[in-house]
């Protein structure tokens, strides 16, 4: 049993509109192996290692039906056994995730997809590793694969070394209650690196959490409560309770200092955190000797102050407010008269709440240092036996992240001790502040109880608020995310996701450059790069997820543009959880054939994504059969039809119930672009006023111009704006480069466009033919080498007949083909549909077949260049002077080579130097689908 491929989906995508991560398995000879007929000896050892799946429902919707499903006879097969454990694994580990699918691959017997939910990819890709190798390790020895793991493989300890480390890349418990509550509200975030640096919100709007430090805490306030002596001092200022305090650099200045304050006293770093190196009540000279030098290990000065008595409490204030109030109880452990201390330990260790460090809601009981010395002092070792109900203490400090328990007492706190938080903390400067307080009962006044201030904390944990050994859980993470972002202050920027299979690139930039003339700040994922507000920030074939998070990070947006190809959408799925408004222009054979997309059908079913998780506006295409039926999938408040058929059947009865759609209508000076909507009709625009139509000879971008000007329609961009963005968008090079660039500065027009499917082809087969014709027509055509057979006759089918002289190429990557292989495949093409041969040139580079097409070319001829190398195409094109030989102009570098599973990086220098000459030009490319 192996894995054949694996991918990481890391949002909505085919299976789930959640993470989730797909294997395809192959099981090989395990295929005649069912759990059935494994038996016991597989099945009950397994369940005894994963208790848990008793509570996996499985086939019969229950708990236990996944253990009924495989005792039965057939019982279940191992891929979708490995999908159980998976998902356990993970719940072992603390993150609880329940979704799995396993399904047979057609046509391939013994392979699978399975697919599984995940929280984090590491951990959920080691739990399947791990999954694996259970399964390797308890199968009979007949059918161990050669990876097995040997004779002397644990399964306790390598689970406890999973859960060790995915424990450790968790969220920690403050950190994962401020994500909670965003999530509560509706507040998308995204987290930055793999600790607790998390940005809520999109674009602008953002605002950025590190723990439980937010953007908005001042740096001086930080530096204030992490230093005790300052802080002290400020507060005394104030009239606040604060114990007598001196800073200290030897051992003998504290002995000194502690004999000026009065014994008992406490010692302690000046700039530690969490009772590191705390020592308190201490009640002579050699007490102190030796606790400055446990405070020496954590910092160079050290602080003497008076000792408080009372029980130490934690103050939590958010924004101005006491949230959350807290008594801390030291490490302890409590007597039962028969099992010594450290046996004790054990047992309180044993409570599953209890992690090490900061990994659970309490932490581990340590022996160290601290312990022993107030162990020793009761005249106790940790083979003690304590009496039944003596509670012995093993740290002097509340801290939990040191051992301490945690009783809420919000609801008593004493009014005068609740404003003295508050004061505390707007006296620091701190927007979130913990304040310790000593006090012998938080219900009474400090001014009766005589109590003090020991320290102020910036970024104060929360854990003892929200999981409370004793008590009320509070809602502490609440206040805070309020406060970055009060209600009805927006979190989200406007997302449009455009998707389809030929148009998206020039759609995109047409609804970015609306959105733009309507003041936006818009950031644009495409094939081209990313751009933020028009200037190209990443360059390449951006169209993944990770492109998108680029976008949606950087502070200066307010609306993102998503151009959503079908690659990332396989490869990663989207980089969003829901957009405002999605379109999909077409579906059309391209790609097929391809990582399991062999049909329309399929190809639909994965471009229809986006307008599932549409939350404003779905808009479709009407006059294609498989956008239309994406209708049945949207949950958008809105469904917007487009049609170039003003007798639409669907659409005139869409729009007689109240509906939406964009029409295209015959006028008496052309085609006009209708908006209806609520029973209302209104022009918006005559096609050839649109510079991008060719004054409405391009049919296929008076399309995208309907669909653009139907999505920000939807973002509520007022019509006049729509009007002005289309009226002075074109489809100039250094605007939309590669999509139907026009040059006309030679005798003859020269047309370049990107078109690499057979519908995109013929899009421009039909835009030539509009042109009248002066001269003869030359087409440089090529075809990807990843398409099928079928896929690249058509191309050279949709030319036949239109052109008076074909040139055939091959793009600088063959994609697996032989190196003349694509070119003379659509020759034969050529020839069958009737062309003649001397009309027929085969030339494989690209640079050599658009030199020859521009020597051919003569005054008041049309040149069709379909370019793989756009950069480098349109260079030949503007560099060219008539009667130049090809070897006399500027020789053109040769596109980067791509590699389309990943999204590619690129030479930033290269990249720089071609942007400055070409004005933000589209340097490298992937797969524009």
């Excluded at 909505?12 to 959640?18: K, V």
């Excluded at 328990?405 to 004493?414: G, L, S």
């Excluded at 109590?451 to 608020?465: D, K, L, S, W």
């Amino acid at each position: 049993m192996r894995i054949l491929s694996t991918n990481v989906y890391v949002g909505p995508n085919l299976y789930a509109h959640f993470p989730v991560i797909r294997h395809i398995l192959d099981l090989g000879e395990l295929e005649k192996w069912p759990t059935g007929r494994l038996g016991a000896s597989f099945v009950d050892p397994l369940i005894e290692a994963l208790p848990g799946l008793h509570e996996h429902g499985c086939s019969y919707g229950e708990p236990g039906g996944l253990i009924r499903r495989l005792r039965e006879d057939d019982g279940t097969w191992l891929g979708h056994v490995w999908e159980h454990m998976a998902i356990e694994l993970q719940n072992v580990a603390g993150y609880p995730v329940t979704f799995g699918k396993t399904r047979s691959v057609d046509d391939q017997p013994g392979q699978y997809i399975m697919v599984f939910q995940y929280q984090d990819a590491e951990v959920g890709r080691a739990a399947s590793a791990l999954a694996l190798n259970l399964i390797n390790h308890l199968l009979p020895a007949e059918l161990k694969p050669g990876d097995a793991p040997d004779g002397d493989w644990n399964f306790e300890e390598e689970r406890d070394s999973f859960i060790r480390s995915a424990q450790r890349r968790a969220l920690g418990p403050s950190t994962a209650s401020l994500v909670a509550a965003a999530e509560a509200r509706g507040i998308p975030w995204l987290r930055l690196n793999d600790y607790s640096l998390v940005q809520f919100g999109h674009g602008r709007h953002q605002q950025r959490i590190q723990a439980t430090t937010t953007g908005k805490t001042s740096n001086i306030a930080v530096e204030l409560a992490g230093d005790k002596e300052e802080t002290n001092i400020i507060l005394a200022g104030l009239g606040l309770p604060v114990p007598r305090q001196y800073l200290v650099y030897s051992e003998s200045r504290a002995v000194r200092a502690a004999r000026r304050i009065g014994f008992p006293v406490v010692v302690k770093p000046l700039n530690a955190n969490h009772g590191r190196g705390v020592s308190i009540n201490l009640r002579d000279d050699d007490a102190v000797a030796v606790a400055f030098e446990k405070a020496r290990a954590h910092s160079r000065s050290v602080l003497v102050e008076s000792f408080i008595e009372g029980l130490d409490h934690r103050l939590l204030v958010v924004n101005g407010e006491l949230v959350a109030a807290a008594k801390r109880v030291p490490g302890h452990v409590v007597g039962d008269g028969e099992k010594t201390i450290e046996q004790l330990v054990d047992v309180v260790n044993s409570d599953p709440r209890r992690g090490v460090g900061h990994e659970k809601v309490l932490t581990r009981l340590e022996f160290d240092h601290q312990a022993d010395r107030l162990l020793s002092q009761l005249g106790y070792t940790r083979e003690t036996v304590p009496a039944k109900d003596e509670i012995v203490y093993l740290r002097s400090t509340g801290n939990l992240s040191t051992g301490g328990t945690a009783v809420d007492v919000t609801d008593i706190i004493h009014p005068e001790n609740r404003d003295m938080a508050i004061r505390t903390i707007k006296a620091i400067g701190l927007d979130i502040g913990g304040v310790d307080f000593l006090t012998t009962d938080i219900a009474t006044s400090y001014r009766e109880t005589g109590g003090a201030i020991c320290e102020v904390n910036a970024g104060p944990g929360f854990r003892m608020h929200v999981a409370p050994s004793e008590g009320k859980p509070r809602d502490v993470a609440g206040p805070v995310i309020d406060m970055l972002f009060p209600p009805g202050t927006p979190s989200r920027i406007p997302i449009a996701s455009i998707t389809g299979t030929n148009g998206k690139t020039t759609t995109s930039r047409m609804l970015a450059h609306i959105l733009k003339m309507d003041g936006y700040t818009v950031g644009l994922t495409s094939t081209d790069g990313v751009y933020i507000d028009g200037q190209l920030s990443v360059p390449g074939d951006m169209t993944g997820p990770a492109s998108a998070h680029i976008a949606l990070r950087d502070p200066s947006i307010d609306a993102a543009v998503m151009e959503t190809a079908r690659g990332g959408m396989l490869r990663s799925g989207l980089g969003y959880t829901e957009c405002d408004v999605a379109c999909c222009l077409n579906v059309s054979a391209d790609h097929l054939g391809l990582k399991g997309i062999d049909t329309l059908e399929q190809l639909a079913e994965l471009k229809r994504i986006p307008v599932e998780i549409a939350t404003g506006a779905a808009v479709l295409n009407a006059d294609d059969e498989h956008c239309l039926k994406m209708a049945d999938h949207t949950k958008a408040k809105k469904l917007c039809y487009i049609t170039m058929n003003s007798s639409h059947p669907l659409v005139k009865e869409h729009i007689r119930a109240g509906g939406q759609a964009f029409v295209l209508e015959q006028g008496m000076n052309g085609h006009m672009i209708a908006v209806y909507d609520a029973e209302s009709h209104t022009p918006l625009l005559w096609t050839h006023l649109i510079p991008a139509t060719i004054e409405g000879r391009a049919m296929h971008n008076v399309q995208n111009a309907m669909f653009a000007a139907a999505l920000a329609y939807n973002l509520d961009v007022p019509l006049d704006n729509i009007r002005q963005g289309l009226r002075t968008f074109d489809t100039s090079y250094f605007q939309a480069p590669g999509r139907m660039n026009i040059y006309d500065e030679h005798p003859f027009k020269v047309i370049l466009d990107y078109a690499h499917n057979p519908a995109a082809v013929k899009a421009m087969t039909d835009l030539v033919d509009r042109f009248e014709a002066h001269g003869q027509r030359v087409v440089v055509l090529a075809a990807p080498g990843d398409r099928r057979d079928e896929d690249i006759r058509q191309i050279a089918f949709n030319v036949a007949g239109h052109f008076n002289h074909y040139i055939c190429k091959r793009d600088d990557s063959p994609r697996g083909r032989g190196e003349a292989e694509v070119p003379k495949m659509l020759r034969d093409a050529l020839l069958e549909k009737g062309v003649e041969p001397e009309c027929i040139e085969v030339i494989i580079d690209e640079s050599e077949a658009v030199d020859a097409a521009l020597d051919r070319a003569r005054p008041g001829d049309l040149v069709l260049i379909l370019g793989d190398a756009i950069a480098r195409c349109w260079k030949q094109i503007i560099y060219f002077k008539p009667g130049q030989s090809g070897e006399a102009r500027p020789k053109q570098k040769a596109a980067p080579a791509v590699n389309l599973d990943d999204e590619p990086t690129f030479d930033l220098d290269d990249s720089i130097e071609l942007i400055r000459d070409e004005r933000g030009v589209r340097i490298a490319k992937e797969e524009s689908d």
